[in-house]
C-alpha cells in the first residue's frame, strides 16, 4: 500500500536528516540504510524529523 503512495523519484532523492545517508521503502515506513532510524509514512507524507525535534 505505502509503495503505491511514494514514488520511486521521491525515494531516490529523499535522506535522512540525521546522517544524510539514503532511505529505504519498508513496509509502511522509511528506513535509513546508514543508521536505521526509521521514519513513519502518514497519508502518504514521509515524516523524516529528527528524534529530538517530535
Known amino acids: ?3 503505491e503512495k511514494i514514488s520511486q523519484k521521491l ?3 529523499l535522506a535522512c536528516p540525521v546522517c544524510k ?3 529505504e521503502l ?3 515506513e522509511l528506513v535509513c540504510a546508514g ?3 526509521r521514519y513513519p509514512i502518514v ?3 514521509p ?3 529528527p528524534d529530538k525535534l517530535r
Open 47 to 49: 515524516h523524516m524529523l
Open 43 to 45: 497519508d502518504g507524507i
Open 21 to 23: 545517508q539514503g532511505v
Open 35 to 37: 543508521c536505521g532510524r
Open 26 to 28: 519498508k513496509g509502511d
Open 11 to 13: 525515494l531516490e532523492i
Open 1 to 3: 500500500m505505502a509503495r
